[in-house]
């Protein structure tokens, strides 16, 4: 039998600490309305358009966000197996390679083992969401004008952990019971970033097959 969402997404498997939403800012509202249409059993497709009078960029900040805590709990689940003799390479099979390159560190794009180039990636998105210039939380302080490009980066580089979970540590996944919730959490995922054009198509050809099956 499958376990429950906590058992299977509990706190000590978390990667990161979760990024939350202040109570009583608009931010926490949308989030709330959100969550509230993702439990409400309604069709993903409609859960991600933007709700009527509501800010973009307020709605795709929100969805960001709540991406990030979510596939830090789904990498969370298999990070014990992913390690530097299991996943020598960021990679997704034998087609896809990802090197990282921040332009500070690491300036060129660089081969890592999977689970170096995890943290790496965590911890980039997590300096850009809590930077205020970025992803601003004050009342009447407007996004930037490349916010919307920060957050396609940050989207396409969190595709890159389903690429690496799915085709790497799937049987794991299954193991735990967790496939039905990581397979929701991908079409959530899906169905936003098409409803906005986040992603390049190229982006996403690793799953394709696999997203034709679960998503159309």
């Known amino acids: 039998m499958a376990l429950c969402l ?3 997404f509990s706190k000590d498997k978390t990667f990161r600490p979760r990024k939350r939403f202040e109570p009583g800012t608009q931010r926490f509202e949308l989030y709330k309305k959100a969550q509230a249409s993702l439990k409400s059993g ?3 497709r409609k859960v991600v358009q933007l709700p009527e009078g509501e800010n973009i960029n307020d709605w795709i900040a929100v969805h960001v966000v709540d ?14 197996f992913c390690t530097e003799r299991t996943c020598p390479i960021m990679s997704g099979g034998l087609r896809y390679e990802y090197r990282w390159q921040d332009g500070h560190e690491y300036r060129r794009p660089t081969k890592l083992p999977a689970l170096k180039y995890m943290n790496l990636l965590m ?25 919307q490009q ?13 690429v690496h979970v799915y085709i790497h540590h799937f049987d794991s996944v299954c193991s735990m019971g967790a496939e039905a919730h990581i397979n929701t959490c991908y079409k959530h995922y899906y169905y936003f970033i098409s409803e906005f054009s986040l992603i390049e ?16």
């Open 201 to 216: 198509h190229s982006e996403l050809e690793p799953l394709r097959e696999m997203t034709e099956k679960i998503c159309n």
């Open 67 to 80: 991406f990030f805590n979510r596939i830090n709990l789904i990498y969370g689940t298999v990070s014990e």
């Open 6 to 8: 906590g058992q299977v």
């Open 150 to 162: 920060v957050c396609k980066k940050i989207l396409s580089r969190l595709f890159r952990v389903f």
């Open 42 to 44: 309604l069709d993903l």
């Open 123 to 147: 911890d980039w998105i997590e300096t850009n969401i809590n930077n205020e210039d970025i992803f601003p939380t004050r009342v009447g302080v407007p996004f930037p004008k490349n916010f």
